[in-house]
């Protein structure tokens, strides 16, 4: 059986390739009509684009627009390895954690 390499272990090569595999993988899954997997996919899609994210980039303190959910805002209050802890605007107010590939930088 072949070992898994982490995201955090892959080369930025390799995460290309990962990301190219997947986005296949979902497309079949949305064609088939197998949401659940369609929407796992497209969340690991995520992560590992994360990983191709520089985090000193994102800022704590500073309000970011969430991808896929126009109008929605975030607000970074720590940064951890690739994900942003903080709460959404709108929200409750309680902590979360997102990768920060869906964060968009506001103009």
């Given at each position: 059986m072949q070992?898994?390499?982490r995201?955090?272990?892959?080369?930025?090569q390799?995460?290309n390739?990962?990301?190219a595999s997947?986005?296949?993988q979902?497309?079949k899954a949305?064609?088939m009509?197998?949401?659940?997997e369609?929407?796992?996919?497209?969340?690991k899609?995520?992560?590992a684009r994360?990983?191709l994210?520089?985090p000193?980039?994102?800022k704590k303190?500073?309000i970011y627009?969430?991808?896929?959910?126009?109008?929605?805002y975030?607000?970074i209050?720590?940064?951890?390895?690739v994900?942003?802890?903080?709460?959404?605007l709108?929200?409750?107010g309680s902590?979360?954690?997102?990768p920060?590939?869906?964060?968009?930088k506001?103009k």
């Open positions: 070992q898994v390499k995201y955090s272990e892959m080369t930025v390799e995460l390739q990962e990301i997947l986005k296949e979902a497309r949305e064609q009509g197998m949401v659940n369609f929407a796992v996919l497209e969340r899609v995520q992560m994360a990983y994210l520089d000193e980039t994102f303190g500073e627009e969430i991808a896929g959910a126009p109008g929605e975030f607000k209050e720590y940064l951890k390895g994900f942003a802890w903080g709460c959404r709108a929200g409750d902590e979360e954690a997102l920060i590939s869906l964060l968009n506001l």
